[in-house]
């Protein structure tokens, strides 16, 4: 394992192909470890007071966005605390009383996956841990007023039945993208917060939350492509910096060196395996002046070298 507070790096010093000079130095891990950035899904919460339709501005958020393309995933608070969604006495339900942390059902049109423990102190980064295997591009959230209400991170559509709910509902959040209610006349204006009534004018709220959306969805995609190494060769701290003035159009993918300057690269199992320019000058130096020294060779040092390391054969 590679200590905390450093690592060693192996530097070649290449004067000429058959002289090869090795040096061993310290050098701190933060500048050199390959950080590979891992984003989480974006999230917006939907809360209010039981009954004010939080489920119904759900339902026709996903159904919206689903329909523009958008791969939704949910996830509901249900504050009742001996609440399951097992059955008693079924083969599941058997399994968790057995002492299983998790039980997974597999059926033909779906996989459910129950978790036993201690809820209660899950925060927006274990919610979205649960569900970002399933690379969706954006959770609702229903429910989890509590957590989610001082949380200027998290935006919030917050569902209301009177206006006195939204008034008292708006002075205890932060980040609040829309009051929704089925309230028949118009709200007054509320720190500027767009009202939307249920359930024609949902599909406006769609609109908002896409607007939201984009820009998030956009440095993620970027820092998808980007090779996540965090190597400053570009003139930023990071490759999610980087991602960032890319989609404010004040830079460009070109920015990147360990894409653009590809002298060198490595699969492992068909993987591409990025390298910073720095490791590929070390890893190319090692290569040509091991090759150099070998019988009936002569290295220019302009060749296309491949070598493939196979599994041994049992």
């Given at each position: 394992?590679?200590?905390?507070?450093?690592?060693?790096?192996?530097?070649?010093?290449l004067p000429d192909l058959n002289t090869l000079n090795f040096t061993i130095f310290q050098t701190p891990v933060e500048e050199e470890?390959?950080?590979?950035?891992?984003?989480?899904?974006?999230?917006?919460?939907?809360?209010?007071?039981?009954?004010?339709g939080k489920t119904a501005t759900t339902v026709a958020l996903t159904k919206n966005l689903v329909k523009r393309g958008y791969k939704?995933?949910?996830?509901?608070?249900?504050?009742?605390?001996?609440?399951?969604?097992?059955?008693?006495?079924?083969?599941?339900?058997?399994?968790?009383?057995?002492?299983?942390?998790?039980?997974?059902?597999?059926?033909?049109?779906?996989?459910t996956a129950i978790r036993k423990g201690d809820k209660t102190k899950f925060g927006w980064n274990d919610l979205q841990g649960v569900i970002k295997d399933e690379e969706v591009d954006v959770i609702i959230a229903e429910g989890f007023k509590g957590l989610a209400k001082a949380d200027e991170q998290i935006p919030k559509i917050i569902a209301v039945k009177t206006k006195n709910?939204?008034?008292?509902?708006?002075?205890?959040?932060?980040?609040?993208?829309?009051?929704?209610?089925?309230?028949?006349?118009?709200?007054?204006?509320?720190?500027?917060?767009?009202?939307?009534?249920?359930p024609d004018k949902l599909k406006e709220l769609a609109d908002l939350v896409e607007n939201q959306l984009k820009p998030q969805l956009k440095l993620r995609d970027w820092l998808q492509k980007l090779p996540g190494l965090n190597c400053k060769a570009c003139g930023?701290?990071?490759?999610?910096?980087?991602?960032?003035?890319?989609?404010?159009?004040?830079?460009?993918?070109e920015k990147c060196r360990t894409l653009k300057e590809k002298r060198v690269t490595m699969k492992i199992d068909?993987?591409?395996?990025?390298?910073?320019?720095?490791?590929?000058?070390?890893?190319?130096?090692?290569?040509?002046?091991?090759?150099?020294?070998?019988?009936?060779?002569?290295?220019?040092?302009?060749?296309?070298?491949?070598?493939?390391?196979?599994?041994?054969?049992?």
């Open positions: 394992m590679i200590p905390k507070e450093s690592l060693n790096k192996l530097i070649v010093s470890l390959n950080i590979i950035e891992k984003m989480l899904p974006p999230l917006i919460a939907v809360i209010g007071s039981s009954q004010s939704v995933g949910t996830i509901k608070h249900i504050p009742k605390p001996d609440f399951t969604i097992d059955t008693p006495k079924k083969d599941t339900w058997r399994h968790a009383q057995a002492g299983a942390t998790v039980v997974i059902s597999v059926a033909p049109q779906e996989i709910e939204a008034r008292d509902t708006i002075k205890e959040c932060k980040n609040v993208l829309a009051i929704v209610g089925f309230i028949p006349q118009k709200l007054p204006s509320f720190q500027k917060i767009q009202y939307f009534k249920a930023f701290n990071s490759c999610s910096e980087l991602a960032k003035a890319i989609v404010k159009g004040r830079a460009t993918i068909d993987k591409p395996i990025p390298m910073n320019p720095f490791v590929q000058d070390v890893a190319r130096s090692i290569v040509l002046g091991f090759v150099s020294i070998l019988k009936d060779t002569q290295i220019k040092g302009d060749e296309t070298i491949q070598i493939t390391i196979q599994r041994p054969r049992n």
